[in-house]
Nanobody
Framework: QVQLKESGGGFVQPGGSLRLSCAASGSISSINFMGWYHQAPGKQRELVASISSGGTTYYAASVKGRFTISRDNAKNGVHLQMNSLKSEDTAVYYC??????????WGQGTQVTVSP
């Protein structure tokens, strides 16, 4: 079992920045991938960014160049620095991990709202 605690969501104007953080606890030694999904109203949950235990990163095309994912293995955390935010980035953001054997875990989500 893995528990995930997110922080850092909120309200920001277009062009602004936010930093999301997620701390993992529990069976953390078996975590392989960490990352963030988002889900906008009426849309499917989709992967925003991920990072492997070896540091390989993935970004969705819509956020490439604006978002940066980082992982703190010492503190069992993952962060998402979001710059140049757009209204279309408005969504609930979920921290996600996948264990070595494939089981995924999700956080409860944090709201990000980008609006004038």
């Amino acid at each position: 079992q893995v528990q995930l605690k997110e922080s850092g969501g909120g309200f920001v104007q277009p062009g602004g920045s936010l930093r999301l953080s997620c701390a993992a606890s529990g069976s953390i030694s078996s975590i392989n991938f960490m990352g963030w999904y988002h889900q906008a109203p009426g849309k499917q949950r989709e992967l925003v960014a991920s990072i492997s235990s070896g540091g390989t990163t993935y970004y969705a095309a819509s956020v490439k160049g604006r978002f940066t994912i980082s992982r703190d293995n010492a503190k069992n955390g993952v962060h998402l620095q979001m710059n140049s935010l757009k209204s279309e980035d408005t969504a609930v953001y979920y921290c996600w991990v996948r264990l070595l054997e494939g089981t995924p875990y999700w956080g409860q989500g944090t709201q990000v709202t980008v609006s004038p």
